[in-house]
């Protein structure tokens, strides 16, 4: 089901309706759809290099407002149905527990999320669903979505089909391990070299 869902996605990228495809694919894929939007941009992108940036904007704008789509969801949805069902059950605190501790590190959850191959939906919704700071959420979705999609119109504008191979298998796991490693600067410029004096 999954594989005729990315096959129907792809279509979509030879469509005269692409860039509307794009921006809808982008949208949903921030709070249900499971198929990432770089399955329409990498193709309409190689078809027409002149156009990379202008598709990384759609992809970039429908996503931060799927993304608050997500965030929606969370807020409102969660207080109508899961919340309830936890207060019964007695995991109430553990759930404000869990959401302080969320929104100490939302930022970097949504830019982390919004950049790698993590699913971003996951993170729209904890955000919503925890009130992380909506101006938190949207600079940190616009930062982390612009860069993803930026960095692989760059790529294809730059290198153009044999890029594409890279940006398919291999631009998660770069994007993945450069968050770690500044996440984990992160932490030890705040944690660990205060104590070391």
């Not at 109508?80 to 939302?106: M, Q, R």
Request: glycine content about 8%; hydrophobic content about 60%.
């Amino acid at each position: 089901m999954l594989r005729a869902l990315y096959d129907w996605t792809m279509n979509l990228a030879a469509s005269r309706h692409a860039t509307a495809a794009l921006a809808g694919v982008s949208f949903v894929e921030s709070s249900i759809f499971p198929i990432p939007p770089d399955a329409l941009l990498i193709p309409m992108i190689l078809a027409d290099r002149s156009k990379a940036w202008y598709y990384a904007t759609v992809a970039t704008l429908a996503s931060v407002i799927g993304g608050l789509f997500g965030y929606l969801i969370g807020a409102f949805l969660y207080q109508a149905v899961a919340a309830p069902i936890l207060a019964f059950y007695g995991y109430g605190d553990a759930f404000e527990a869990f959401a302080a501790k969320y929104n100490e590190w939302g930022a970097w959850a949504v830019l982390i999320a919004g950049v790698t191959p993590f699913p971003y939906k996951v993170i729209t919704i904890a955000s919503g669903a925890t009130h992380l700071s909506l101006v938190v959420f949207m600079v940190a979705s616009v930062i982390a979505r612009g860069i993803r999609f930026f960095a692989v119109a760059g790529l294809l504008y730059a290198f153009g089909p044999p890029i594409r191979t890279f940006i398919e298998k291999r631009l998660g796991l770069v994007f993945t391990v450069f968050l770690l490693l500044l996440v984990g600067g992160f932490i030890i410029i705040k944690y660990i070299l205060p104590g070391s004096h």
